[in-house]
């Protein structure tokens, strides 16, 4: 099943000339980690807030184009219906924790839907245990770190079981552990409950293996959507988009460009090590 | 500037056996010593709540030791206002909303050369040099908060640039900015280094610290962990993860081509890797 479907989607704020998004028509499968990769003002928000509904049901905007989340036409599905599917995580975890206890964090949104009392306690340990802050229950948000508080962000969302997680710059505020932690639960939410996970960043530099699919966006519009070893390979595509090429695939390419005919493209570390050793080993008959 | 060529060598900035609690009683700082000379371009890393920015308040006197001793320009970090030690360091907040409250930007950078009481014309000529060293001269009628981001923490950079002050110590000036925005950001910042100007980054981007810092001091858990030059910095993968930081690939593939031989000097950036294969393909002729 798509997990959801834009097709010539036009996003214009309330007071806005521009348009925040411009004929965006992109579909995703349940189960795909996607990359939605943009500098600041590409739309990457936009899209995000498009999929939970707050666009436009609480942020208005005319929205032109069909919008349908797995299988729901958005513009006609509260908010409140939506949050049961889509789980919203936001770049300051700050900006959403807001209740005294980790525990009335992570349980609120399945209050707020009426849960059952027991069933809401079983859904606050799965969700504390698969973001590894199990045990946490009694203390209070303010008191955690950094990449806690991330952690905290992502139980409260996944207590509402979504079956679709999006994260807008979920990396903002991580140290690099904080990031590889980060990335390896988003792995793991994806091969334990076939979770399909949307995340907007700037920077691919430490996604080009956890994503299955890149889009790339520059004002508004989609320029670039495939495979990561292949958007990520586009270079002057990303460095007109304002985004900065991951190292290993720009090396690819200036290597390319400097040894016409003798590399062959690479994406990973390692087959940049082979490519390397192999053209100094071979070394003469290069152009002066 | 009160450059004396001679003091070239002599540190600008010494914490000695440095502690610091918050009250409540968290020790932020435990048993700091670090030397910054002058002209060093140093990188103060380091996991999220390891101390990074309690010590680079200490850098200007923003706080105070709860024991040990911080000089700064050779004057007690303890004994003397932080209005006195802002000629020595000037301190760029990691958020630019922080200083920024003037109506126009040219207000802004005058602001603090003004309060200083220095005559109009060598005001002007430190507000005109900052302006056009920070390539906002074109903003200069606007109004700060009207301003990107990007541009906004460099308005932020040019008020305290415009102090002359020997040392700039700034706290992740790169969060939210785009890798464009960033790469402006510090290519001013070479230019700054270039004008003999101290330079002291906190930062989490590794890779802006491989390519445009010497010296790394990695933080954690309120000690020093580790203090050495960038190239040794990211040459040791497991003291890095204990450090929750983590090396940019070039500079790991650099390093990994070096042990097997293939190449002879690290890279920081695609391009130098890739000068690196054609000077060595070059001698192997």
């Known amino acids: 099943m798509r997990a959801f479907e834009l097709t010539k989607t036009r996003v214009r704020y309330r007071g806005s000339d521009i348009l925040a998004l411009c004929d965006v028509s992109v579909g995703v499968d349940e189960g795909e980690i996607v990359l939605l990769l943009g500098s600041n003002n590409a739309g990457k928000s936009t899209f995000c807030r498009l999929l939970n509904g707050l666009v436009p049901h609480s942020i208005p905007a005319q929205v032109d184009g069909a919008v349908e989340v797995l299988g729901r036409d958005v513009s006609k599905t509260s ?80 207590s509402m079981r979504p079956r679709l997680l999006v994260l807008d710059e979920p990396a903002y505020a991580l140290d690099p552990a904080g990031r590889t932690d980060l990335y390896a639960l988003l792995r793991t939410l994806r091969e ?41 390979s586009r270079i002057d595509e990303m460095v007109v988009a304002g985004v900065s090429p991951p190292q290993i695939a720009h090396l690819s390419a200036l290597l390319a460009d400097r040894f016409p005919g003798k590399t062959r493209p690479f994406f990973t570390m390692g087959g940049a090590e082979k490519e390397i050793a192999d053209l100094v080993r071979t070394s003469g008959g290069d152009a002066p | 500037m ?27 700082l435990k048993r700091v010593s670090l030397r910054v000379a002058k002209g060093e371009k140093v990188a103060v890393v380091g996991g999220n709540g390891s101390g990074k920015t309690t010590l680079a308040k200490h850098l200007n006197g923003l706080l105070k030791p709860s024991s040990g001793k911080v000089l700064i320009g050779g004057q007690d970090s303890s004994r003397t206002s932080v209005a006195t030690l802002a000629r020595t360091v000037g301190y760029v907040f990691q958020n630019p909303d922080y200083q920024l409250f003037c109506t126009s ?37 606007q109004s700060p908060i009207s301003l990107s981001l990007g541009d906004r923490r460099k308005v932020a950079i040019a008020s305290v640039l415009a102090t ?74 497991d003291r890095l993860r204990r450090c929750k930081l983590l090396a940019p690939p070039i500079t790991v593939l650099a390093q990994r081509l070096r042990a097997q031989g293939a190449l002879s000097k690290g890279a920081a950036t695609p391009l130098q890797l890739v000068e690196q294969v054609v000077r060595v393909r070059g001698e192997r002729r």
Request: charged share 25%; with cysteine; net charge negative.
């Open chain 1, 79 to 158: 908010v409140a219906r939506l949050a049961t599917l889509v789980g919203m995580v936001f770049q300051e975890p700050e900006s959403q924790l807001f209740c005294m206890s980790v525990e009335e964090e992570v349980a609120f949104g399945p209050e707020n839907i009426a849960i059952p009392r027991a069933e809401i306690i079983s859904r606050v340990e799965w969700a504390l245990g698969v973001v590894g802050l199990s045990g946490y229950n009694a203390r209070p948000p303010s008191n955690l770190s950094g990449g806690e508080k991330q952690r905290l962000a992502i139980a409260a969302a996944l």
């Open chain 1, 192 to 232: 334990r409950y076939g979770m399909t996970i949307i995340i907007a960043e700037r920077d691919a530099e430490e996604l080009t293996e956890l994503c299955d699919r890149v889009i790339l966006l520059r004002s508004g519009r989609v320029v670039a959507d495939g495979a990561p070893s292949e958007v990520l």
């Open chain 2, 2 to 28: 009160n450059a004396v060529v001679t003091a070239q060598r002599l540190p600008v900035i010494s914490l000695q056996d440095v502690s610091f609690s918050y009250e409540g009683g968290i020790e932020a």
């Open chain 2, 105 to 141: 930007v040219e207000e802004e950078v005058r602001f603090g050369p003004h309060s200083m009481g220095l005559g109009r014309d060598d005001e002007s000529a430190l507000v005109e040099r900052s302006m056009k060293l920070m390539g906002i001269g074109h903003l200069r009628e």
């Open chain 2, 164 to 237: 002359s002050p020997e040392v700039f110590v700034l706290d992740e000036p790169t969060t939210g900015l785009d890798t464009v925005e960033s790469a402006q950001l510090m290519a001013t910042l070479d230019v700054l280094r270039s004008e003999g100007m101290t330079v002291v980054l906190i930062t989490h981007e590794m890779r802006l610290v491989a390519q445009h810092m010497d010296r790394v001091i990695a933080m954690s858990e309120g000690s020093v962990a580790f203090d050495t030059e960038v190239e040794e910095a990211f040459s040791d993968s």
